[in-house]
């Protein structure tokens, strides 16, 4: 177990480094990040001055380690635009996108493992069809316009929930279902596949011949293996949800880390970008890495290959 | 008189015992489960429409999507707001008359059945020249990653060891960076225009194809007609070419008709935020943008762009769930 952590804790730093690596040059894809921020009409003595002042004029290696242990120790530098501290900015953003994932994510799993479940129990039963149906609608349906129609519906129509903000608890309705449906699919899917295969299993039957009442058998023994796949897949959706929300956050201006990288991109904010990027992608490593704790805790065979 | 009887039979066609029967050929089994396929045969139709309105889209409307501006036209409805419906649509219904009628508001003219945009743009030759952005670019995009992903994840399948360590830290990096933050970021610094959209898309969404290409060429190189024509001599290049890729050309199918749909749907997506194509293309996701702020009275304007959006991602996806069903050796018979 512990060898089976450490070799995985190694790969997680790894991965981050290099991440950190490709963030940091995404700001010399415009060419000089001087010249970017300085504007079209700055003079040579202006690019120049502003060169110094954030230090674009040391060697790259230099810049980047310089860059890289200032976010190490939580410093990400300061935005451009905002004028302050990115890492306070970020930390009064990051709640709101993790509240909206969470909720994402716990609609889509409250939604699809049952629904997975049902329908492993009796394949090809209307029940079965319906959850393949919304798998497949689900999937084609694009989040940006579901998100619209939802709020066409809701908000104008029906008067029921606010539009946009982050006041109350019905804020977070919609958008957590404009986020959440998409992974319904993939969850409803595998959690159906693990239980048709589960159910068919040698200890299953024994636990049905032993006399357990079915719904014991069912939950008790056969979802707890069913459901060893759908933790990591759960973990790296809601790992890709705190990077795509930003257009779910953009559309109900939900003030968060999404909405954020939308401002910064359209201010042309680099360092602030940079630091988004990289904040994202670290809680996703970290969590897909706890994740796979999870699993190997969950499943013994996993630690030992 | 028995004899007679089984004559009478053997002429309507009826199989006899004792009478040999040809199975169907493998070929003939394949065109069976395909077009017994409601998915294939769903999609694929939609499919098609959605081609060949693409293909001949200069021919099929009088207008052009960019330059036909009228603002003196601007905002017509579609003709479904010619349909009203009575108030009392049950009395009306068991009265014996139709509780629907056709008024055809000021707004509405035959010129432009699905409207005009603000610009008075005709909407359905917008939405038609709409198709070729979307099918070009989630082709395009699918080719680029396509390559980049199968070259990885064979790669990596094939050889195993370090190769495979290599490429799982490359695919583990990928997965790691937010698509559409990155795409967006990306195309921001460098500017956007279909080509750098294709390009980015294509350079960000190959980690399917890499995943799903390196488990299969696992399972497919360990099998004996991969260790035959390895004692035969045959160079490496030649068994990956000719021994594994025709045997897994199934799977690749499947994650290319889904990367296609995920291309397309993100392009719509950046486009949406005003990073993709940008104005006055006729993107479906710009059209959705560009309509957003006029929900409150014409939400038919986002009706339409995305309702093509999600037949089109419709079709895709059941193309590729019928390909995937119709070649899983296990659905065989």
């Known amino acids: 177990m512990l060898k089976f952590l450490l070799r995985r804790l190694g790969v997680a730093i790894l991965v981050a480094l290099t991440v950190s690596m490709i963030t940091f040059s995404l700001i010399y894809l415009s060419g000089d990040p001087a010249i970017a921020l300085a504007g079209e009409s700055a003079s040579n003595e202006e690019i120049e001055n502003i060169r110094q002042i954030y230090g674009y004029d040391r060697p790259i290696i230099v810049q980047y380690g310089d860059w890289l242990m200032r976010a190490i120790q939580g410093d990400l530098g300061r935005s451009h635009y905002l004028k302050s501290d990115i890492s306070s900015v970020i930390v009064t953003r990051l709640p709101n996108t993790l509240i909206l994932a969470l909720c994402a994510i716990s609609f889509a799993l409250v939604l699809s493992i049952p629904l997975g479940v049902a329908a492993a129990i009796r394949p090809n039963s209307l029940i079965d069809r319906f959850a393949l149906g919304l798998a497949v609608v689900g999937q084609a349906l694009p989040s940006f316009w579901f998100a619209l129609i939802l709020i066409f519906f809701m908000s104008i129509q029906w008067r029921l929930l606010p539009i946009t903000g982050t006041g109350s608890w019905k804020n977070f309705i919609m958008p957590a279902i404009a986020l959440g449906y998409y992974v319904t699919p993939g969850v409803m899917r595998l959690t159906r596949a693990g239980m048709l295969e589960v159910l068919q299993s040698d200890y299953i039957r024994t636990a049905k011949a032993k006399g357990l009442r079915p719904m014991t058998v069912l939950f008790k023994h056969a979802l707890r293996n069913a459901i060893i796949p759908v933790v990591s897949l759960a973990a790296v959706q809601f790992g890709f949800m705190l990077g795509g929300s930003i257009v779910i956050e953009t559309i109900f201006a939900i003030n968060g880390m999404g909405f954020l990288a939308w401002e910064s991109i359209q201010r042309a904010d680099l360092p602030m970008m940079q630091a988004i990027v990289l904040v994202l992608s670290c809680f996703y490593i970290v969590i897909t890495f706890l994740a796979d704790l999870l699993n190997a805790f969950l499943d013994p065979r996993i630690r030992v290959t | ?333």
């Open chain 2, 1 to 333: 008189m028995a004899s007679q009887d089984a004559q009478t039979v053997a002429r309507s066609g009826a199989i006899l015992p004792g009478d040999k029967v040809l199975e169907p050929s493998p070929m003939a089994q394949l065109r069976r489960r395909v077009f017994g396929h409601y998915g294939i045969i769903i999609g694929g139709v939609v499919l098609i429409a959605i081609l060949l309105v693409a293909a001949f889209a200069p021919y099929l409307t009088p207008y052009h999507p960019i330059l036909d501006q009228d603002l003196s036209n601007a905002l017509k409805v579609p003709f479904w707001h010619c349909i009203v419906v009575e108030k009392s649509f049950w009395a009306a219904v068991f009265d014996g008359r139709s509780p629907f009628s056709w008024v055809e508001p000021a707004k509405f003219s035959w010129d432009h059945p699905l409207g005009t945009d603000l610009q008075g743009r005709d909407y359905l030759t917008r939405l038609i020249h709409g198709s070729r952005i979307s099918l070009l670019i989630g082709f395009s995009a699918m080719l680029i990653s396509g390559v980049i992903g199968t070259a990885l994840g064979v790669a990596a399948g094939y050889f195993g060891g370090r190769v495979d360590m290599v490429v799982n830290f490359i695919i583990t990096t990928r997965l790691s960076m937010p698509v559409v933050l990155v795409a967006l970021a990306v195309v921001s610094l460098i500017g956007s225009s279909l080509w750098i959209v294709i390009w980015v898309l294509g350079l960000l969404i190959w980690d399917r194809f890499a995943v799903v290409m390196r488990s299969t060429t696992m399972q497919v190189r360990n099998l004996d007609y991969v260790a035959a024509a390895q004692a035969c001599g045959c160079s490496t290049l030649r068994i990956i070419m000719a021994e594994i890729l025709p045997n897994v050309v199934n799977h690749l199918i499947v994650v290319a008709t889904l990367e296609m749909a995920h291309a397309i749907l993100l392009e719509a997506a950046l486009s949406f935020l005003g990073l993709g194509v940008q104005p006055p293309a006729p993107s479906w996701g710009l059209m959705i943008s560009e309509a957003k702020g006029m929900m409150f009275f014409d939400a038919w304007l986002i009706g339409i762009p995305g309702a093509a959006l999600f037949a089109l991602i419709l079709a895709i996806n059941l193309l590729g769930d019928g390909v995937r069903d119709v070649t899983a050796p296990e659905n065989r018979n």
